[in-house]
Nanobody
C-alpha cells in the first residue's frame, strides 16, 4: 500500500503564511516528480508547483514569488511554503507524486486526500 498524507492547512489572515507538508508511506522504491495542485469551488484544478527528482521546480504564475516548493527524500516528503497569502489562494490543496513501488518496475501517479487552505479576515 502507498499513500500520501497532507497536513498544515488551516485558516489564515491575508498576508499570513502557511507551510504544507505531504508525506508518502508504504512500499516505496523511488519517488520521482512531486507536486501540489489546488482546486477552488467553480474553478478548474490548477497546478501550483512541482519539483523533479533532480530538484528542478516550476510554479504557477499566480504564486510565483510567494511560494516555495521543496522536498526531503530521506523522509519521502514534499513541502509548500506559502507567504503573503491572498484570499484568491483559498482552495483545497492536494499532493501528487510519481512513485515506483518495491517489487515492481512500474511508476504510478498517486494523490493525497487534500488539505483545506482558507485565507480570510
Amino acid at each position: 500500500q502507498v499513500q500520501l498524507v497532507e497536513s498544515g492547512g488551516g485558516l489564515v489572515q491575508p498576508g499570513g503564511s502557511l507551510r504544507l507538508s505531504c508525506a508518502a508511506s508504504g512500499s516505496i522504491f523511488s519517488i520521482y516528480t512531486m507536486g501540489w495542485y489546488r482546486q477552488a469551488p467553480g474553478k478548474q484544478r490548477e497546478l501550483v508547483a512541482i519539483i523533479t527528482n533532480d530538484g528542478s521546480t516550476n510554479y504557477a504564475d499566480s504564486v510565483k514569488g510567494r511560494v516555495t516548493i521543496s522536498r526531503d527524500n530521506a523522509k519521502n516528503a514534499v513541502y509548500l511554503q506559502m507567504n503573503s497569502l491572498k484570499p484568491e489562494d483559498t482552495a483545497a490543496y492536494v499532493c501528487n507524486a510519481q512513485i515506483q513501488r518495491r517489487f515492481g518496475g512500474y511508476k504510478y501517479e498517486y494523490w493525497g486526500q487534500g488539505t483545506q487552505v482558507t485565507v480570510s479576515s
